[in-house]
Protein backbone atom coordinates (compact mmCIF):
# COMPACT_ATOMS: atom_id res chain seq x y z
CA UNK A 1 0.00 0.00 0.00
CA UNK A 2 1.57 3.35 -0.97
CA UNK A 3 1.10 6.51 1.36
CA UNK A 4 -1.25 7.77 -0.04
CA UNK A 5 -3.92 5.17 0.56
CA UNK A 6 -2.77 5.30 3.94
CA UNK A 7 -3.97 8.06 4.44
CA UNK A 8 -6.93 7.64 3.18
CA UNK A 9 -7.87 4.90 5.12
CA UNK A 10 -6.39 6.58 8.86
CA UNK A 11 -8.60 9.48 6.93
CA UNK A 12 -11.80 7.88 6.83
CA UNK A 13 -11.52 6.66 10.76
CA UNK A 14 -10.51 10.05 11.91
CA UNK A 15 -13.59 11.56 10.36
CA UNK A 16 -15.82 8.53 11.40
CA UNK A 17 -14.90 9.67 15.14
CA UNK A 18 -14.75 13.04 14.76
CA UNK A 19 -18.71 12.83 13.43
CA UNK A 20 -19.51 11.15 16.77
CA UNK A 21 -18.13 13.48 18.74
CA UNK A 22 -19.30 16.61 16.96
CA UNK A 23 -22.79 17.06 14.80
CA UNK A 24 -23.43 18.91 11.88
CA UNK A 25 -25.50 20.94 14.35
CA UNK A 26 -22.74 22.43 16.07
CA UNK A 27 -20.37 23.00 13.25
CA UNK A 28 -23.31 25.29 12.10
CA UNK A 29 -23.67 27.22 14.89
CA UNK A 30 -19.66 27.92 14.92
CA UNK A 31 -18.83 31.51 14.87
CA UNK A 32 -17.16 31.63 11.64
CA UNK A 33 -19.73 30.02 9.89
CA UNK A 34 -22.12 32.69 8.61
CA UNK A 35 -19.45 34.59 7.57
CA UNK A 36 -18.79 35.31 3.15
CA UNK A 37 -15.29 33.68 2.37
CA UNK A 38 -13.51 35.82 0.40
CA UNK A 39 -12.70 35.03 -2.93
CA UNK A 40 -10.12 33.17 -4.18
CA UNK A 41 -9.95 34.47 -7.56
CA UNK A 42 -10.01 38.21 -6.56
CA UNK A 43 -6.79 37.91 -3.95
CA UNK A 44 -4.57 35.46 -6.52
CA UNK A 45 -5.69 38.43 -9.46
CA UNK A 46 -4.83 41.43 -7.48
CA UNK A 47 -2.31 43.32 -8.70
CA UNK A 48 -0.32 44.21 -5.26
CA UNK A 49 -0.16 40.67 -4.48
CA UNK A 50 2.41 37.85 -5.38
CA UNK A 51 0.75 34.91 -6.51
CA UNK A 52 1.98 32.82 -3.62
CA UNK A 53 -0.16 30.70 -2.18
CA UNK A 54 2.32 30.21 1.19
CA UNK A 55 2.08 26.81 2.95
CA UNK A 56 2.14 26.69 7.04
CA UNK A 57 2.91 22.83 7.37
CA UNK A 58 4.99 21.52 10.15
CA UNK A 59 6.21 18.20 8.90
CA UNK A 60 5.35 15.81 6.17
CA UNK A 61 5.50 12.09 5.35
CA UNK A 62 8.16 12.80 2.50
CA UNK A 63 10.53 15.33 5.01
CA UNK A 64 9.65 14.68 8.25
CA UNK A 65 9.66 16.94 10.90
CA UNK A 66 9.86 20.42 8.68
CA UNK A 67 9.66 22.77 11.76
CA UNK A 68 8.91 22.19 15.24
CA UNK A 69 8.62 25.52 16.55
CA UNK A 70 6.98 27.86 14.29
CA UNK A 71 3.55 29.93 15.42
CA UNK A 72 1.17 29.80 12.86
CA UNK A 73 -0.57 33.21 14.26
CA UNK A 74 2.80 34.95 13.87
CA UNK A 75 4.04 33.22 10.52
CA UNK A 76 1.25 33.50 8.50
CA UNK A 77 0.91 36.87 8.97
CA UNK A 78 4.38 37.78 8.06
CA UNK A 79 3.85 36.10 4.75
CA UNK A 80 0.42 38.04 4.49
CA UNK A 81 2.65 41.38 5.54
CA UNK A 82 4.94 39.91 2.55
CA UNK A 83 2.76 39.80 -0.17
CA UNK A 84 1.23 36.32 -0.02
CA UNK A 85 -1.85 36.03 -2.27
CA UNK A 86 -3.69 33.41 -0.07
CA UNK A 87 -2.26 31.04 2.98
CA UNK A 88 -2.52 27.36 3.11
CA UNK A 89 -2.65 25.64 6.36
CA UNK A 90 -2.64 21.85 7.07
CA UNK A 91 -5.17 20.42 9.48
CA UNK A 92 -4.13 16.72 8.68
CA UNK A 93 -3.01 15.82 12.46
CA UNK A 94 -1.43 12.29 12.02
CA UNK A 95 0.43 12.75 8.74
CA UNK A 96 1.07 16.93 8.65
CA UNK A 97 1.22 17.74 12.32
CA UNK A 98 -1.60 19.99 11.89
CA UNK A 99 -4.89 21.19 13.32
CA UNK A 100 -8.32 22.15 13.45
CA UNK A 101 -6.92 25.17 15.51
CA UNK A 102 -3.93 25.97 13.67
CA UNK A 103 -6.56 27.42 10.61
CA UNK A 104 -8.29 28.50 13.44
CA UNK A 105 -5.70 30.98 14.77
CA UNK A 106 -4.58 31.56 11.06
CA UNK A 107 -8.16 33.33 10.84
CA UNK A 108 -7.96 35.17 13.77
CA UNK A 109 -5.37 37.21 12.21
CA UNK A 110 -5.44 37.35 8.39
CA UNK A 111 -8.01 38.91 6.18
CA UNK A 112 -6.81 36.75 2.76
CA UNK A 113 -8.11 33.67 1.44
CA UNK A 114 -7.24 30.17 3.87
CA UNK A 115 -6.65 27.14 2.35
CA UNK A 116 -7.46 24.51 4.78
CA UNK A 117 -5.14 21.69 3.21
CA UNK A 118 -6.33 18.10 4.26
CA UNK A 119 -7.71 15.15 2.25
CA UNK A 120 -11.53 15.81 1.61
CA UNK A 121 -13.07 12.48 1.53
CA UNK A 122 -16.33 13.33 3.09
CA UNK A 123 -18.83 16.78 2.81
CA UNK A 124 -18.64 16.90 6.97
CA UNK A 125 -15.16 17.85 6.27
CA UNK A 126 -16.44 20.77 4.10
CA UNK A 127 -18.51 22.12 6.61
CA UNK A 128 -15.61 21.41 9.31
CA UNK A 129 -13.82 24.25 6.63
CA UNK A 130 -16.69 26.71 6.81
CA UNK A 131 -16.93 26.02 10.75
CA UNK A 132 -13.29 26.95 11.07
CA UNK A 133 -13.09 30.14 8.84
CA UNK A 134 -11.57 28.73 5.75
CA UNK A 135 -12.14 30.21 2.07
CA UNK A 136 -10.75 27.21 0.01
CA UNK A 137 -10.96 23.67 0.28
CA UNK A 138 -8.69 21.29 -1.85
CA UNK A 139 -10.55 17.97 -3.64
CA UNK A 140 -7.63 15.62 -4.75
CA UNK A 141 -8.45 13.81 -7.95
CA UNK A 142 -6.21 10.89 -7.39
CA UNK A 143 -8.62 10.09 -4.19
CA UNK A 144 -12.12 10.74 -5.58
CA UNK A 145 -14.21 9.99 -7.97
CA UNK A 146 -15.20 12.06 -10.81
CA UNK A 147 -18.74 12.29 -9.08
CA UNK A 148 -17.52 13.12 -5.61
CA UNK A 149 -15.65 15.79 -7.06
CA UNK A 150 -18.38 17.24 -9.05
CA UNK A 151 -21.06 16.71 -5.92
CA UNK A 152 -18.24 17.88 -3.40
CA UNK A 153 -17.53 20.88 -5.24
CA UNK A 154 -21.24 21.63 -5.46
CA UNK A 155 -21.90 21.14 -1.50
CA UNK A 156 -18.92 23.63 -1.27
CA UNK A 157 -20.07 26.25 -3.44
CA UNK A 158 -23.14 26.21 -2.12
CA UNK A 159 -21.49 27.12 1.24
CA UNK A 160 -19.78 29.95 -0.44
CA UNK A 161 -16.19 28.25 -0.45
CA UNK A 162 -13.90 28.48 -2.85
CA UNK A 163 -12.91 24.90 -4.92
CA UNK A 164 -9.46 23.98 -5.75
CA UNK A 165 -8.89 20.73 -7.76
CA UNK A 166 -5.46 18.98 -7.57
CA UNK A 167 -4.43 16.99 -10.46
CA UNK A 168 -0.88 15.32 -10.69
CA UNK A 169 -1.52 14.16 -14.84
CA UNK A 170 -3.61 14.86 -17.71
CA UNK A 171 -5.95 11.37 -16.94
CA UNK A 172 -6.91 12.68 -13.59
CA UNK A 173 -7.34 16.54 -15.15
CA UNK A 174 -9.51 15.61 -18.17
CA UNK A 175 -12.26 13.18 -16.03
CA UNK A 176 -12.10 15.51 -12.87
CA UNK A 177 -12.95 18.88 -14.32
CA UNK A 178 -16.39 20.35 -13.38
CA UNK A 179 -18.18 23.70 -13.29
CA UNK A 180 -17.92 23.44 -9.85
CA UNK A 181 -14.61 24.39 -9.30
CA UNK A 182 -12.47 27.58 -9.39
CA UNK A 183 -8.73 26.97 -9.30
CA UNK A 184 -6.84 23.78 -10.89
CA UNK A 185 -3.26 22.75 -9.21
CA UNK A 186 -0.86 20.75 -10.99
CA UNK A 187 0.99 19.42 -7.79
CA UNK A 188 4.39 18.60 -9.19
CA UNK A 189 4.95 16.27 -6.30
CA UNK A 190 4.08 12.64 -7.03
CA UNK A 191 1.69 11.98 -3.69
CA UNK A 192 2.06 8.01 -4.15
CA UNK A 193 5.88 7.93 -4.05
CA UNK A 194 6.81 11.94 -3.35
CA UNK A 195 8.98 12.29 -6.56
CA UNK A 196 9.09 15.91 -7.68
CA UNK A 197 9.20 17.44 -11.21
CA UNK A 198 8.45 21.26 -11.68
CA UNK A 199 8.26 19.86 -15.66
CA UNK A 200 4.44 18.25 -14.74
CA UNK A 201 3.24 22.24 -14.52
CA UNK A 202 4.82 22.95 -17.79
CA UNK A 203 3.17 20.28 -19.35
CA UNK A 204 -0.15 20.56 -17.75
CA UNK A 205 -0.70 24.31 -18.15
CA UNK A 206 -2.13 24.31 -21.94
CA UNK A 207 -4.60 21.63 -20.73
CA UNK A 208 -6.35 23.59 -18.07
CA UNK A 209 -9.35 25.93 -19.32
CA UNK A 210 -9.20 29.17 -19.07
CA UNK A 211 -12.07 29.74 -17.14
CA UNK A 212 -10.14 28.17 -13.81
CA UNK A 213 -7.09 29.97 -12.07
CA UNK A 214 -3.94 27.77 -12.97
CA UNK A 215 -1.78 27.39 -9.89
CA UNK A 216 1.67 25.31 -9.89
CA UNK A 217 1.99 23.21 -6.52
CA UNK A 218 5.07 22.06 -4.63
CA UNK A 219 8.94 21.83 -4.79
CA UNK A 220 8.96 25.38 -5.71
CA UNK A 221 12.32 27.12 -4.35
CA UNK A 222 13.80 29.57 -6.82
CA UNK A 223 12.32 32.64 -7.45
CA UNK A 224 13.30 32.47 -11.12
CA UNK A 225 11.07 29.40 -11.89
CA UNK A 226 8.46 31.35 -10.43
CA UNK A 227 9.27 34.32 -13.17
CA UNK A 228 9.09 30.78 -16.02
CA UNK A 229 5.65 29.88 -14.35
CA UNK A 230 4.05 32.58 -15.03
CA UNK A 231 4.63 32.73 -18.42
CA UNK A 232 3.68 29.52 -18.94
CA UNK A 233 -0.05 31.16 -17.86
CA UNK A 234 0.45 30.25 -14.19
CA UNK A 235 -1.97 32.39 -11.45
CA UNK A 236 -0.78 31.05 -8.22
CA UNK A 237 2.29 28.87 -6.52
CA UNK A 238 1.81 27.06 -3.82
CA UNK A 239 5.11 27.03 -1.51
CA UNK A 240 5.46 24.94 1.74
CA UNK A 241 8.54 23.58 2.68
CA UNK A 242 11.21 26.30 1.24
CA UNK A 243 9.75 28.38 3.68
CA UNK A 244 8.50 26.61 6.76
CA UNK A 245 12.15 24.89 6.74
CA UNK A 246 14.19 27.88 7.96
CA UNK A 247 14.51 29.25 10.75
CA UNK A 248 12.29 32.39 10.12
CA UNK A 249 9.33 31.61 7.63
CA UNK A 250 8.25 35.35 7.38
CA UNK A 251 11.75 36.55 6.38
CA UNK A 252 12.52 33.73 3.87
CA UNK A 253 9.25 34.75 1.88
CA UNK A 254 10.31 38.27 2.08
CA UNK A 255 13.43 37.17 0.33
CA UNK A 256 11.79 35.24 -1.98
CA UNK A 257 9.53 37.71 -3.42
CA UNK A 258 12.72 40.59 -3.57
CA UNK A 259 14.21 38.08 -5.97
CA UNK A 260 10.68 37.87 -8.16
O1 LIG B 1 6.25 22.13 0.61
P1 LIG B 1 6.15 22.28 -0.87
O2 LIG B 1 7.01 21.33 -1.64
O3 LIG B 1 6.37 23.73 -1.28
O4 LIG B 1 4.64 21.90 -1.26
C1 LIG B 1 3.53 22.66 -0.79
C2 LIG B 1 2.22 21.94 -1.16
O5 LIG B 1 2.10 21.96 -2.54
C3 LIG B 1 2.20 20.51 -0.60
O6 LIG B 1 2.27 20.60 0.78
C4 LIG B 1 0.96 19.71 -1.02
C5 LIG B 1 0.43 19.67 -2.25
N1 LIG B 1 -0.68 18.88 -2.29
C6 LIG B 1 -0.88 18.39 -1.06
C7 LIG B 1 -1.89 17.55 -0.59
C8 LIG B 1 -1.89 17.23 0.74
C9 LIG B 1 -0.88 17.69 1.59
C10 LIG B 1 0.13 18.51 1.13
C11 LIG B 1 0.14 18.88 -0.21
Not at 28 to 42: C, D, L, N, Q, V
Not at 50 to 70: C, D, H, Q, W, Y
Not at 92 to 114: C, E, H, M, T
Amino acid sequence: MNILDKIVLRKKEEVADVKRLVSIQDLERAEHFKRMPYSFKEFLLAEDRTGIIAEFKRRSPSKGLINGVADVAEVTQDYNNAGASALSVLTDVDFFGGKADDLISARAVNKIPILRKDFMIDEYQILEAKAWGADIILLIASILTPKQINDFGKFAHDLGLNVLLEVHNLEELERSISPNLDAIGVNNRNLGDFTVNIQTSFDLVNRIPNEFLKISESAISDPAVIRELKTAGFNGFLIGENFMKTENPGEAIKEFIEQM
